[in-house]
Each structure stands twice: as C-alpha cells, then as structure tokens.
C-alpha cells in the first residue's frame, strides 16, 4: 500500500457508498457545466447541509454561480429498497430514482432547468462516485429529446464548515 494511504486514511479509495452517510454533515463542492460542443458555460459553488431524517435525509443545496446568481435547492431523500433511492425537489418533474453499486449511485430523473430565464423540461442521467471517505465525483449528462445539451462535472468534499453557506443564507434570508 502507498505510504501516503496508510498515513492519510481520508485518501484511501472507497469500495463501498452509503449516501446517508455521506450526506450527513457540511459538504462543499464545486463544479462546471460544459457544452455539448466542449465550451464551459457556468462555474459554480455548492455548500450542501445534509441532515438525517425519520423517513431518509435531507440536503440544503446553495449554490454560487459565476455570474453571481444564487439559488437554494432543497432535496429530501429515501431508501426505499437494499439498493434503491428516491429524491424529490421542487424543481424535479415526480422523482428522482437512484440505484447503487459499490461505490457509486446513478440517478435519473426529469428537471425543470432555468435556462435564459425560463424553465425548459430536461432529463438528467447523474453517476456520482464516491472516491475516497470524503472526496465524491459527480457527472451528469443533461438532454433535451435524448439529444445531449451537455454535463455537469462537481467534486465533493466533507469539511467541518462548509465555506460558502453563510453568506448565501443571509442572502436567501434578506430577500
């Protein structure tokens, strides 16, 4: 085994995912959503609180994009079988379904995606893998009519605060 495994065991790779394990906690992300042509389009900031619940967990998304913009994206999630998800979110047309396998959790689902300031239905195909106890890797393809718009590409991190949260939610709070 590496030497630098066996002195950092944050940094051991993950055989196994337990999402409401994982998602208990502060977490801070970051990530970009990338054309179907390969041109970055948005750059963004994601502070995540996640909270067990009687029937699941629950996540607070706030997310900082580069042009400034905010939004808050709250998620309630349940097991409902040994490998089986269900999410919802208001923005999610019915709910989301994820199924796990070792280490990563495949979701899919229907999202009403605030493009040019209106609404357009989209399909979400959303692999997130988690590489190390507190490092997660998310891609989802995003497509309109089975035809690729794009994805999105954010690393998770556990933390003990997570950085970005407080000033967005003075801000969800002020307005």
């Known amino acids: 085994m ?8 944050d940094m051991i790779l993950s055989n196994k995912f337990v999402p409401e394990n994982y998602f208990v ?15 970055i389009r948005r ?21 900082l994009f580069d042009d400034g913009e905010q939004e808050l994206r709250h998620w309630e999630i349940q097991k409902i079988g040994q490998n089986t998800y269900v999410g919802m979110c208001d923005d999610v ?31 979400f195909e959303d692999v997130m893998i988690q590489q190390t106890p507190l490092i ?9 009519y ?4 794009g994805q999105v590409f954010i690393t ?10 407080k000033p967005l939610i003075r801000a969800a709070n002020s307005g």
């Open 2 to 9: 590496n030497e630098l495994a066996i002195q950092n065991s």
């Open 25 to 39: 906690g502060d977490i801070d992300a970051t990530g970009i959503f990338i054309d179907r042509f390969g041109v």
């Open 43 to 63: 750059r963004f900031n994601v502070s995540v609180i996640g909270q067990k619940t009687t029937t699941g967990f629950a996540l607070d998304e706030y997310f």
């Open 93 to 123: 047309c019915g709910q989301a379904v994820g199924k796990l396998t070792d280490a990563h959790l495949s979701w899919q689902y229907h999202f009403n995606l605030k493009i040019f300031n209106r609404k357009i239905k989209v399909k």
């Open 136 to 144: 997660m890797l998310n891609n989802a393809k995003v497509k309109k």
């Open 146 to 149: 089975g035809l690729l718009l």
């Open 156 to 165: 998770f991190m556990k933390t003990n605060q997570a950085i970005v949260t």
